[in-house]
C-alpha cells in the first residue's frame, strides 16, 4: 500500500449488481436469493449457510450481500492489479 488512493471501497448493498450474486455468473441459485434477500428461508436452508433463526434479519442480511459483493470486487481487482484481498471474509 503506497497511500489511501489504493483503498477501494465496496458498493452500497443496495448498488450490488445482480449478475455479482446470481447464476450463470455468480454462485448463487436466483431463487434462493430471492428468498434470501426477502428473509424467506426455511430453518434448514438458513443453517446450510451458517443462520440460525436470525434469516430474515435485515442487518444481517445486508452484511451478508457485502460480503459476498466485497470477494467478487477483491477478484475483479486482483485481476487488474494483480493482487487484491478482502477483509471482511
Not at 430474515?56 to 486482483?78: D, K, N
Amino acid at each position: 500500500v503506497r497511500d489511501v488512493s489504493d483503498f477501494f471501497r465496496p458498493l452500497d448493498a443496495t448498488d450490488v449488481p445482480r449478475t455479482w450474486l446470481v447464476r450463470p455468473s455468480g454462485p448463487i441459485c436466483p431463487d434462493f436469493l430471492d428468498r434470501f434477500l426477502a428473509g424467506d428461508l426455511d430453518e434448514s436452508e438458513g443453517r446450510r449457510i451458517g443462520f440460525r433463526e436470525q434469516t430474515s434479519r435485515p442487518e444481517l442480511i445486508e452484511r451478508t450481500v457485502l460480503e459476498v459483493a466485497g470477494t467478487v470486487l477483491a477478484c475483479q481487482l486482483a485481476l487488474r492489479h494483480g493482487v487484491a484481498s478482502n477483509v471482511a471474509g
